[in-house]
Nanobody, 124 residues
Framework: VQLVESGGGSVLAGGSLRLSCVAS????????MAWFRQAPGKEREGVAS????????VYADSVKGRFTVSQDNTKNTLSLVMDNLKPEDTGTYYC???????????????????WGQGTQVTVS
């Protein structure tokens, strides 16, 4: 198992959650990691990505100013702090890793080789 997410749950609109993803094996050598989410009946969408060298971040417009992605390379952990949550943020959140950073196409799920099992976030 290379990516394991945790921290999902149910929260009222306006609330906050923190997701974590622990990487192991080949995943710890990835150049870029990202969070994706998928709501029922919808395509998987990129939420945020981080370049492991340097820590540069990029966000989907829908979460800018509300979500913060960060990493702790000493613990091989990726985090996503989600503030001011909205019902439309509901979905299964996935951690993903890529051996390459894809620039403007970071939000394309096909760019990532490794995926976690997902953690459910429900906002009501």
């Amino acid at each position: 198992v290379q990516l394991v997410e945790s921290g999902g749950g149910s929260v009222l609109a306006g609330g906050s959650l923190r997701l974590s993803c622990v990487a192991s094996g080949y995943a710890v050598r990835s150049d870029c990691m990202a969070w994706f989410r998928q709501a029922p009946g919808k395509e998987r969408e990129g939420v945020a990505s981080i370049y492991r060298l340097g820590g540069s971040t990029v966000y989907a417009d829908s979460v800018k100013g509300r979500f913060t992605v960060s990493q702790d390379n000493t613990k091989n952990t990726l985090s996503l702090v989600m503030d001011n949550l909205k019902p439309e943020d509901t979905g299964t959140y996935y951690c993903a890793a890529s051996g390459y950073c894809w620039g403007t196409t970071w939000a394309n799920p096909s760019r990532y080789e490794l995926w976690g099992q997902g953690t459910q976030v429900t906002v009501s």
